[in-house]
């Protein structure tokens, strides 16, 4: 969501649209892949662990899962293995900002888990996390 829009409220329009919608067609659940905003700040923490973190007043601490369950949503499952993507080493580089010199892992910006990278074959690879939430129509 553009920046001068977020903090108004209008994730929660989104998604009663989107309940209305799949109401009207007649369908009983909305399943919605989240990509939760703060999993970049702790990328080698496993997703499963962190959809299940909470705050001192029990909501869930990251700010999209809480606002989808603070609209009825409930968590379904959370994957460690939700969107690949593969590059050569010098595609990583290029869209991470960053030089890649050795074989190993490495924590990106933007990046909710590590990058592996394989300079022997020229390869980097990445399995992107998400957490998928329902919603009842
Ligand atoms: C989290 C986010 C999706 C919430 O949507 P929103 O409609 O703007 O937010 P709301 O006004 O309903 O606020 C919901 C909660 O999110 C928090 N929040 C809103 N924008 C935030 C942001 N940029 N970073 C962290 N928290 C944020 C609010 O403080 C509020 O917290 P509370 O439960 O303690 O009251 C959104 O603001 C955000 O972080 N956007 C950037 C990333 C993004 O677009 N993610 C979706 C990709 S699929």
Redesign the pocket.
């Known amino acids: 969501?553009a920046?001068d829009?977020?903090?108004?409220?209008?994730?929660?329009v989104l998604l009663d649209a989107m309940a209305d919608t799949a109401r009207r067609a007649g369908l009983g659940t909305v399943l919605v892949p989240?990509?939760p905003?703060?999993k970049e700040r702790y990328p080698l923490v496993p997703i499963e662990r962190y959809a299940a973190w909470t705050r001192d007043d029990g909501?869930p601490f990251d700010?999209?899962i809480?606002?989808q369950v603070?609209a009825g949503g409930t968590i379904a499952a959370a994957s460690a293995h939700s969107s690949r993507i593969t590059g050569t080493v010098a595609e990583w580089e290029h869209w991470t900002g960053l030089a890649l010199p050795e074989d190993g892992e490495y924590v990106f910006p933007g990046g909710l888990a590590p990058l592996q990278v394989d300079r022997a074959r020229d390869r980097g690879a990445y399995w992107e996390p998400g957490v998928w939430i329902t919603h009842e129509a």
Request: hydrophobic share 25%.
């Open positions: 969501m920046e829009h977020q903090g108004r409220g209008l994730s929660k989240v990509r905003t703060w909501t700010p999209w809480r606002t603070g």
